[in-house]
């Protein structure tokens, strides 16, 4: 709960530069592959279980033009075959510079954080689960063209005990999901 405080304070801070807090919804379908298959064949199986999230995120730091530091809170919601809420505090690093930007502005971020279900995920107790669970995030963003601070992005939204590290659990979720995002 301290944590969680101490990244909301990081909101209330004074903004400096255009573009350094955004706010996002997103929406996705649970798939029961695994996290490297799914990126490795671009593809997953899908289950009648659905997530929506809202969230906020603030740049936090920079190195050069090239990778930015962001914190971000989630809160979502499961539906379909498992009913439960989740929320999530995740620290992301997002590569800003890709060869083909001036066509389309892309970034590609990665996150660790964790993950907190308001109850234990039916669809993630046969490798056994937790409410609390690791959480990364893999995403691809593409800034609308003809805009500066409105994106669309896709997301791999991934809950895991990570091998039995938290409490034994070894169970975990993947989602699919695409969203958008609003910068200012």
Known sequence: MRTLAMILLLFLTPAGIAG?????????????DRMLDILSRAEATREYSYLVTLGAGKRVGTFGHYLDWEVEIQGGRHFGEQNHGETVA???????????????????????????????????????????????????????????????FSRLHHRS????????????????????????
């Open 20 to 32: 350094e807090r955004y706010a996002f919804i997103y929406g996705g379908q649970l798939s029961q």
């Open 90 to 152: 995740v620290m992301i690093a997002r590569w800003q510079r890709l060869p083909w930007d001036r066509w389309l502005d892309t970034s590609i971020a990665l996150g660790q954080g964790l993950s907190y279900a308001t109850r234990r995920p039916e669809l993630e107790r046969s490798g056994g689960t937790n409410r609390l669970l690791n959480y990364l995030l893999v995403e691809a963003s593409f800034v609308v063209p003809g805009t500066r601070n409105w994106e669309i």
């Open 161 to 184: 005990g990570v091998f039995g590290l938290y409490d034994g659990a070894e169970g975990g979720s993947n989602v699919l999901g695409i969203g958008l995002r609003t910068r200012f």
